[in-house]
């Protein structure tokens, strides 16, 4: 049997090895996949023993997707981009590969599973950590018509719209210069949503027909969820879909087999209460 593992911290509530036992299950790939908990200070110990033991690919997720970056011999050209890795593949030749699937979990999630358009759109995205270094190139090969980073602390915006300038245009404000603007998409990549928080909203930010799009995820509805959900938003989800969908491109990278995601969101979404 082949071993996969997520190192993050904390982990005990990772759905992950739930995800890849259903996507083994479903393939027919014999496979085991385990969640560890693995803080920062012990990453590359705990790395470098996992591939000297056997290991066959590990995902990396808070906060360790830096350190990944780091750690991996070769990149892809997403993983370069996104300075994050969140999936180690180890070779035929024993070098350990870095990509990010993050990004394309998020599109698959929003364009194939909801059939939302995002060529021409006006999207917003919330904060400007690391979560949202991770979408910023992906949205912008989707050529929205405007793309605005809106964070707390603008200089960070700022940042983050400079480093990717190459790749598109970009805005970069605070929360009060949103008043009077519309979005066809707002996508929250602040980490307040996990402990109930909402950036400051302005109201009517969401045009007609828009959707809104939390990263996070919770068995309840997130802050944000509900904010979507209170301004008649046409799609209000949250990140279940991007879990599983950046999972299945992780799975595809080890085994090369494309599992089925729908049946999969289905069973977690029916988990839930
Ligand atoms: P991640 O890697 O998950 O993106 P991070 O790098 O710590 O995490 O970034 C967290 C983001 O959430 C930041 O943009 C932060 O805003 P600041 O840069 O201004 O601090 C944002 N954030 C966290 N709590 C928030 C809150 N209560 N309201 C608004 N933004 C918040």
């Known amino acids: 049997t082949d071993n996969y593992a997520v190192f993050g911290q904390p982990i005990s509530h990772s759905k992950s090895p739930r995800i890849h036992k259903l996507f083994a299950e479903q393939t ?51 993983a370069r981009q996104a300075k994050a890795v969140n999936t180690l593949a180890r070779q035929a030749d024993g070098s350990i590969l870095g990509d990010n699937t993050d990004g394309i979990g998020l599109l698959n999630d929003l364009t194939v599973n909801h059939g939302i358009e995002l060529k021409g759109a006006k999207i917003l995205i919330l904060g400007a950590g690391g979560a949202t270094r991770g979408i910023v190139p ?6 929205p018509s405007a793309l605005v980073i809106a964070n707390r602390n603008v200089g960070k915006a700022q940042t983050i719209a400079a480093d990717f300038a190459a790749l598109g245009e970009m805005q970069a404000c605070d929360y009060a210069s949103l008043i009077d603007r ?43 969820v509900k ?47």
């Open 28 to 78: 027919g790939q014999l496979m085991d996949y385990v969640a560890q908990e693995v803080p920062a200070e012990n990453f590359t110990a705990a790395t470098t023993h996992f591939f000297a033991e056997g290991g066959k690919g590990l995902n990396c997720t808070v906060p360790l997707k830096e350190l990944a970056w780091q750690y991996a011999d070769q990149l892809t050209e997403r």
């Open 138 to 143: 992906p949205l912008l090969e989707q050529q």
């Open 182 to 224: 519309q979005f066809d998409l707002i996508i929250n990549a602040t980490s307040a949503s996990l402990s109930g928080d909402l950036p400051p909203l302005p109201a009517a930010l969401l045009n007609t027909g828009g959707s809104c799009y939390d990263l996070a995820y919770a068995n309840q509805a997130t802050a944000f």
């Open 227 to 273: 904010w979507g959900l209170a301004n008649n938003a046409a799609h209000s989800l949250d990140g279940l879909g991007m879990l599983v969908e950046q999972a299945a491109e992780a799975f595809y990278i080890w085994r090369g087999v494309r599992p089925q995601t729908t049946p999969v969101i289905g069973l977690l979404n029916d988990e839930r209460e």
